[in-house]
């Protein structure tokens, strides 16, 4: 019913900003929370931002807090991570979430590694 898809991600260095993105497809999304999660190998999928249908709430992981910036548009079904001063220990796939009736839908994993 909703899906994401990858439309961004890459290889920086620490220090560097970097902003990833991806677009919900099926409904509208503006009713319903979405956020991002990220894994590294041999891990579970962590918390780490999150922004009201509306957009006007956010919550972050405090690995993240003061660092990264969740946003959304809602008219493009767009959900958004700018992620500033970014360190190694960000490395991971990154994986956009919508939540809907108490479901969660995926995108595939954006990665993103951070060299020192």
């Known amino acids: 019913m909703f899906s994401c898809r990858r439309l961004g991600g890459g290889l920086v260095q620490a220090g560097d900003s970097l902003k990833v993105s991806c677009a919900a497809s099926g409904r509208t999304v503006s009713s319903w929370v979405m956020g991002w999660f990220r894994q590294t190998p041999g891990k579970e999928r962590d918390f780490v931002a999150a922004?009201?249908?509306?957009?006007?709430?956010?919550y972050y992981a405090n690995s993240v807090k003061g660092r990264f910036t969740i946003s959304r548009d809602n008219a493009k079904n767009m959900v958004y991570l700018q992620m500033n001063s970014l360190k190694p220990e960000d490395t991971g796939l990154y994986y956009c979430?919508?939540?809907?009736?108490?479901?969660?839908?995926w995108g595939e994993g954006t990665l993103v590694t951070v060299s020192s």
């Open positions: 922004i009201s249908g509306s957009g006007g709430r956010t």
């Open positions: 979430n919508l939540r809907q009736y108490g479901i969660d839908y």
